[in-house]
């Protein structure tokens, strides 16, 4: 079963990149992190490392480039002068916003044959 969810999520990846190039919209990578913003603005990057499951130096660099992209933005901590938190721009959430039908409607294309039974079926063959 971990084979066939590995390749699920591989083909829905696939799917959902070439869709949003496709349409002209960020790329996955990019929505992952502008959706993680905006599920917990203000945040800091520490706070996107641990629920992206990244390292503190992947965030930091994503963030970098959404920041370079115009999609976000770093203010100062209200309450910490050595930290920074990040909201997204006006651009951003646009761009997050354009881009989430399109890649919902490659994921659900990418994993339709993907069903409960076949999961079943995954599982039963790995025993």
């Known amino acids: ?5 590995v390749r699920a999520e591989t ?3 696939r799917s959902a990149e070439a869709a949003l190039r496709q349409a002209g919209q960020i790329l996955p990578g990019m929505f992952d992190l502008l959706r993680e913003i905006s599920n917990n603005e203000p945040c800091r990057v520490q706070d996107l490392a ?3 499951l ?4 992947g965030a ?4 970098d480039r ?3 992209d115009g999609y ?6 209200p309450t910490d002068r050595r930290s920074q938190t990040i909201v997204l721009s006006p651009a951003g959430r646009l761009a997050l916003q354009e881009a989430e039908p399109v890649l919902a409607a490659a994921v659900r294309e ?10 079943s079926r995954s599982a039963e063959a790995t025993r």
């Not at 990244?54 to 130096?57: E, L, Q, R």
């Open 72 to 77: 976000a933005e770093r203010r100062p901590h």
């Open 1 to 5: 079963m971990f084979i066939s969810l």
């Open 60 to 63: 930091s660099q994503a963030v």
């Open 66 to 68: 959404a920041v370079r």
């Open 110 to 119: 990418a994993v339709a044959f993907y069903t409960p039974g076949s999961a």
């Open 50 to 52: 641990t629920t992206m």
């Open 54 to 57: 990244i390292t503190v130096g």
């Open 11 to 13: 083909a829905a990846w």
